[in-house]
């Protein structure tokens, strides 16, 4: 079946500018999860669905970041004014329950 | 802090042989463990888990094993394939009040040499 998408593939934005991220998961998964994957670290947790409603936003970096998944399937990750510490790689993963995460390619960010 | 972390940061093998990548965990508390394989440009693909009431489980080509005693986890490939070359990240599933994200080490770049 059809594996976890994520559009664009690559985003270049000025600074300044404001971005949106979509993740469409794997049918039927109702945790959704939002990372940030630095050049040569390992993914880094931002937030957390389970269904429309978000349990953990811990992982946020500042309130330019804002997250929804209004409907229980499809995420979307905008973030505000980006500043270049902001490039990176923004992973989407969604799993049945808490356990095994499936991850999506991946957008990669570049801030100029 | 506690944190999951690899011991080798770089591994090299010869193709057909058998690949060991090790990571340790800090928090006795850790219930879950996952392996996963990553390409250039791709994202994080799945490769095996573990609870935390078993020692080891296998896959098809790959083995982890947990040694809770230590707080130790390792994966093995066996007969290593050029495909295996990626950087390979353990991840243990977050605790307290984030229990649904992964906390994931920096990651191990294994290289296979034909």
């Known amino acids: 079946g059809a594996g976890v998408s994520q559009s664009p593939r690559y985003k270049v934005a000025k600074r300044g500018q404001d971005v949106a991220l979509r993740c469409d998961p794997i049918?039927?998964?109702?945790?959704l999860f939002w990372y940030q994957q630095a050049l040569g670290q390992g993914p880094e947790f931002l937030t957390y669905?389970?269904?429309?409603?978000?349990?953990?936003k811990s992982g946020l970096p500042s309130d330019r970041f804002f997250a929804e998944r209004p409907e229980g399937s499809v995420s979307t990750l905008k973030i505000q004014r980006t500043q270049q510490e902001d490039s990176a790689v923004y992973l989407c993963?969604?799993?049945?329950?808490?356990?095994?995460?499936?991850f999506g390619p991946g957008t990669r960010l570049t801030v100029l | 802090g506690e944190s999951v972390g690899l011991h080798l940061p770089t591994l090299s093998v010869q193709e057909g042989d058998n690949s060991i990548i090790n990571c340790a965990y800090s928090?006795?508390?850790?219930?879950?463990f996952i392996w996963y394989k990553q390409e250039s440009g791709k994202g994080p693909q799945f490769i095996i888990d573990?609870?935390?009431?078993?020692d080891k489980r296998q896959g098809q080509r790959v083995t982890v094993l947990l040694n809770k005693t230590v707080k130790h986890l390792s994966l093995q490939i066996a007969a290593t394939q050029p495909g295996d070359s990626a950087v390979y990240f353990c991840?243990?599933?977050?605790?307290?009040?984030?229990?649904?994200?992964?906390?994931f080490g920096k990651g191990t770049k294994l290289s296979v040499k034909p």
């Open positions: 049918s039927g998964h109702v945790s």
């Open positions: 573990i609870r935390s009431n078993m």
């Open positions: 993963a969604s799993s049945l329950g808490l356990d095994t995460q499936y």
């Open positions: 669905f389970q269904n429309e409603a978000q349990l953990d």
């Open positions: 991840a243990e599933r977050g605790y307290g009040g984030s229990q649904g994200n992964l906390i």
């Open positions: 928090n006795s508390a850790s219930d879950y």
